[in-house]
């Protein structure tokens, strides 16, 4: 299982470069990665958008060749899903979001371990940069 207290460190800077975004068109961005695990203390990773920046596109970066269930929501509203993989299906790479999130922020990546396998987890990418 790749969670650690040290992979969580090491996930809160961000790499630039081009991110495909599900269409051949790259996007010049920040790629911002967070790895949620099916063990405690290790399911819910945080993401803030500042203001004045957009989330474009959201993927899945690497996981677990088992049944994972990760939603991700903004924190202040938990009602408003903006990706669940149950209902949007699993895997998503490079889901290109119809609406860019602007809303800054802090949102919320969990992985729901009643609905995930033992051993889960998934890292998922976020494409982020200037409005």
């Known amino acids: 299982m790749p969670c650690?207290?040290?992979l969580a460190s090491t996930e809160l800077s961000s790499a630039f470069g081009e991110v495909g975004c599900g269409s051949p068109q790259l996007v010049t961005a920040d790629k911002l990665l967070r790895t949620v695990c099916n063990s405690a203390g290790h399911n819910v990773?945080?993401?803030t958008l500042a203001d004045g920046r957009d989330i474009?596109?959201?993927?899945?970066?690497?996981?677990a060749p088992v049944k994972t269930a990760v939603n991700i929501y903004l924190e202040n509203d938990p009602s408003n899903i903006?990706?669940?993989?149950?209902?949007d299906g699993q895997p998503v790479f490079n889901l290109p979001l119809t609406t860019p999130i602007k809303d800054s922020g802090?949102?919320?990546i969990e992985l729901n371990t009643a609905e995930s396998d033992p051993g889960a987890w998934v890292t998922v990418g976020f494409a982020e940069h200037p409005e």
């Open 106 to 108: 802090v949102y919320r």
């Open 4 to 6: 650690s207290v040290e």
């Open 45 to 47: 990773q945080a993401l």
């Open 56 to 63: 474009s596109c959201i993927w899945i970066e690497a996981q």
């Open 82 to 87: 903006i990706y669940d993989s149950q209902r």
